[in-house]
């Protein structure tokens, strides 16, 4: 038996290749033949993972069915497309999800959605400060680990774990889920203030606003404070907000420089996963009755219905209140 990956960009394929970095084999499959093509006969992935030579007991596949010998699916698509992944996937195998984001018209977190679509496998959560790149180059990771069944949850664990690659355990699935995905509309803030000049003041302003933005929402979801304080959370949020590494800074940035949405968005191939979450979470933050006013901004800036000096003006304007 071997551990599967679903999804064949840059995560997926870092993860692929922590697992197998040791010669053991694990199944990849990708959406793009050319994907396929390029690891099963070179050992690369130029088109989501350049540069990084992968291990020959990686199997890449076409074909969902080819999934079927896997004792553990590593679910890694976007989050928009998990619900129809995991639904091709062989039922009553452990899930560990790894997407971060909300579905868009159900407003349904992944685990929510995974269960609905294969309600017989056993689901957990895999989410941190992750850089794909640096995980595939075997750099000093640490990373939440979420699983309601304890027992299920430490053999995962036990299983992912590398010299250099330390999952650290919870039972708060929700919180390490909201974590991920409010994070990214966050970075996206963090990338306009970047772009437009705003300084590195307003860039903390905006990461410990924001916290407090994720905290709210996460609480009024039942997550609990102390995940969204850890790796998940505030981990993954200063990691994504600090650098253009990250494809949702990159975005802010652009939208920071002037650009309009519609462009950047247009024709990319790498997911910025905030994009898409934004509009939800706003909707779903509005009928929680959850104050997210740089949410709120970052809604406005994507749908390029607000010029961007006005939006800061609107941050900046907002009444004077305790923290
Ligand atoms: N790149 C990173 O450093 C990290 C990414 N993640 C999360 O992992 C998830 C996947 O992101 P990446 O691997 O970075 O993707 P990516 O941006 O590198 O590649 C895009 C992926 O989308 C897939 N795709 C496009 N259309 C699809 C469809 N119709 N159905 C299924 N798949 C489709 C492509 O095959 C490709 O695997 C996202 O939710 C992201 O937030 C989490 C941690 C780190
Ligand atoms: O989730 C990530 C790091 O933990 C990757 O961030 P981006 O999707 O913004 O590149």
Same mark, same amino acid.
């Given at each position: 038996m071997k551990a599967g990956v679903i999804g064949a960009g840059a995560w997926g394929? @870092? !993860? @692929? /290749?922590l697992l197998a970095a040791d010669g053991q084999a694990v199944r990849l499959w990708a959406l793009e033949a +050319? *994907? *396929?093509?390029a *690891?099963? $006969?070179? /050992? +690369?992935?130029p088109l989501y993972l350049p540069g990084i030579p992968l291990? =020959?007991?990686i199997a890449a596949t076409g074909a969902m069915a080819d999934m079927a010998d896997c004792d553990l699916l590593l679910v890694v698509s976007p989050a928009q497309h998990l619900r129809s992944v995991v639904a091709q996937a062989p039922a009553g195998v452990p899930l560990l999800l790894c997407s971060k984001g909300i579905e868009a018209g159900t407003s349904l977190l992944m685990s929510e959605v995974a269960q609905q679509a294969q309600p017989r496998s056993p689901i957990a959560v895999l989410s941190g400060p992750t850089f794909a790149h640096e995980v595939a180059r075997g750099l000093p990771t640490a990373i939440t680990l979420a699983c309601e069944d304890a027992a299920l949850g430490q053999r995962l664990a036990e299983r992912i774990a590398r010299p250099a690659f330390r =999952?650290? !355990?919870s039972d708060d699935v929700i919180g390490a889920e909201i974590g991920g995905a409010v994070k990214n509309v966050l970075a996206i803030a963090c990338g306009v203030a970047e772009g437009a000049g705003l300084g590195l003041n307003a860039r903390a302003a905006l990461i410990s606003r924001g916290f407090a933005e994720m905290t709210r929402f996460g609480l009024a979801r039942g997550a609990r404070a102390e995940t969204l304080g850890g790796l998940s959370g505030l981990g993954d949020l200063v990691l994504t907000c600090s650098s253009t590494n990250s494809r949702n800074f990159s975005l802010g940035? $652009? !939208? $920071? +420089? $002037? /650009?309009a949405a519609a462009d950047l968005l247009a024709n990319r191939r790498t997911v910025a996963e905030g994009a898409f979450t934004a509009p939800v979470l706003r909707a779903a933050a509005l009928s929680a009755g959850v104050e997210m006013p740089v949410v709120d901004a970052v809604c406005a800036l994507l749908a390029d219905a607000v010029p961007l000096a006005q939006v800061i003006d609107a941050l900046l304007a907002r009444p004077l209140r305790p923290e």
């Open positions: 394929t @870092a !993860l @692929a /290749q +050319e *994907v *396929v093509d *690891v099963n $006969g070179s /050992q +690369e992935n291990s =020959p007991s =999952p650290y !355990l940035k $652009g !939208l $920071g +420089e $002037g /650009q």
